[in-house]
């Protein structure tokens, strides 16, 4: 799943900075995009969620001093905060790119995780579950501080401390309050993943909530989804309906790619998806990676469109080809990666 994440939000990145000529926010086109970049966030941050929590599940059960935490801790923290500001030096606004060099994004979103790791693998079950309601909630009770009158460059960008930390917490790309809600939410599915009945019962109310928020649209003659602006389910600012659809959606993908994998069995697609694994493993690398790209496509085409089939060819393109570097890299050049430089970080602040 985490490699599925990391290509669609390869995929909608580079829609983003060579947008096709001609296709406006209604083009069946852009829906599609929008539709994949809508679920690779929540699918990224929830996995990530999941894979922190199972790490730290590791560490509470060895009885791990404060120490050992911090040596765990800090290394996170300081190479995910490290890539988010050279992801934002690569797609630099001065170069026509979409950041400041200082913006908060989803990195940072989960060096924050990281830090609140030793405090969630103490949570109990219930306290979690109600914690990811209370995330999930959260957008119906912010009103001004989530944003929404804030256009795209003035979310990615902040005047001063207090502006750069609302941007973090309340109203910038990934913000705390309300993204925790999908580490949280990988933590209740780890501790799910025997329990196939009741995530079941939760894709279900997903399924129909989500169906409510269609019939809630065509009825009140309002755009279902739209990244911002007056629609039902919104990414910027991330609103109620869309975390609870987009969690819900979560649920099902990894349910579905899963298959009887956790009761000992096999995926659902056997051995089909694993040419998409070494994608997953060095999915930071190619988060990070990509950007250089399209930092340096915005730079070329400098504002102009192409046209609506090479856009098409050159999005799909620069999606896929990751598949096949990530098997040469971890093949062949496995310590140029940056999952091996925190693994070097781990090792050396034992």
């Excluded at 490699?3 to 060579?18: G, K, P, S, W």
């Excluded at 819900?248 to 790619?257: F, G, P």
């Excluded at 930071?284 to 990676?289: C, D, F, R």
Aim: charged share 15%; with cysteine.
């Amino acid at each position: 799943m985490r490699a599925v994440a990391i290509l669609c939000m390869v995929e909608v990145h580079t829609a983003a900075i060579i947008p096709p000529e001609g296709v406006t926010v209604g083009h069946p086109a852009a829906f599609v995009a929008a539709a994949f970049g809508g679920m690779a966030a929540p699918m990224f941050v929830t996995i990530s969620g999941w894979g922190m929590y199972r790490s730290s599940i590791r560490r509470f059960e060895e009885r791990h001093a404060a120490s050992e935490w911090f040596g765990w801790i800090l290394p996170r923290v300081a190479l995910l905060s490290s890539c988010q500001f050279l992801v934002n030096l690569l797609l630099n606004v001065e170069r026509g790119g979409r950041f400041e060099w200082h913006t908060p994004g989803v990195l940072t979103l989960l060096a924050i995780s990281a830090i609140i790791a030793p405090i969630l693998v103490r949570l109990s079950f219930a306290n979690r579950a109600a914690l990811t309601i209370a995330f999930g909630a959260f957008p119906l009770f912010m009103g001004s501080h989530s944003g929404e009158e804030l256009a795209w460059f003035e979310r990615v960008d902040s005047s001063g401390a207090r502006e750069w930390l609302q941007r973090l917490f309340l109203n910038g790309t990934y913000p705390a309050f309300p993204w925790l809600f999908f580490v949280f939410l990988g933590s209740i599915l780890h501790d799910l993943r025997d329990a196939s009945g009741t995530r079941k019962n939760l894709i279900g109310i997903g399924l129909s909530f989500s169906t409510l928020t269609i019939v809630y649209a065509i009825i009140e003659d309002r755009d279902w989804a739209l990244t911002s602006g007056d629609a039902v389910l919104t990414f910027f600012p991330a609103s109620f309906p869309f975390l609870l659809v987009s969690g819900c959606l979560v649920m099902l993908v990894m349910m579905l790619l899963e298959g009887e994998e956790n009761s000992g069995g096999d995926p659902a697609l056997g051995d089909k998806l694993s040419f998409l694994e070494p994608a997953g493993r060095l999915s930071l690398t190619i988060y990070v990676a990509h950007f250089a790209v399209l930092g340096a496509a915005a730079i070329i085409l400098d504002g102009a469109r192409l046209a609506v089939f090479p856009a098409f060819a050159v999005t799909l393109g620069h999606t896929f080809v990751w598949i096949p570097i990530a098997s040469i890299i971890e093949k062949k050049a496995p310590r140029i990666t940056l999952e091996n430089l925190l693994k070097s970080m781990d090792q050396s602040g034992r």
